[in-house]
């Protein structure tokens, strides 16, 4: 697989004629199957937090939240939490899953 980098500069005015330069490096996967957004700086943000301590990348994240988004949006019958929490689930390894044990057998 290639990869290369690329730099995007961009100059930005703000209403009082402030300059803004900024600088994105873009790493390009041949073969990928990735597409390139644009998003808001606060929720770039945002996710860039979430990712780190939900230990996905940032794209991962934002994948994520869509998933939920949509789920969420076609089960609007089921609580967010739960499809949050369901979809993390399934991304876990099967190695690591705990079988489940209703409370009533565990008493026996």
Do not use: C
């Not at 957004?37 to 301590?53: G, S």
């Not at 499809?83 to 689930?89: D, Q, R």
């Amino acid at each position: 697989m290639m990869v290369w980098e690329q730099k995007r500069e961009r100059r930005h005015y703000t209403r009082f004629g402030a300059k803004i330069i900024t600088t994105n490096v873009v790493k390009e996967l041949a073969m990928a199957g990735s597409t390139s957004i644009r998003i808001n700086q606060d929720l770039y943000e945002q996710a860039k937090q979430d990712a780190a301590i939900e230990h996905r990348s940032i794209a991962g994240q934002i994948e994520f939240w869509a998933r939920v988004g949509r789920a969420a949006l076609d089960n609007p019958d089921l609580p967010v939490s739960f499809i949050a929490e369901s979809l993390a689930s399934l991304a876990e390894p099967r190695e690591s899953a705990q079988a489940f044990v209703p409370r009533s057998s565990r008493s026996k």
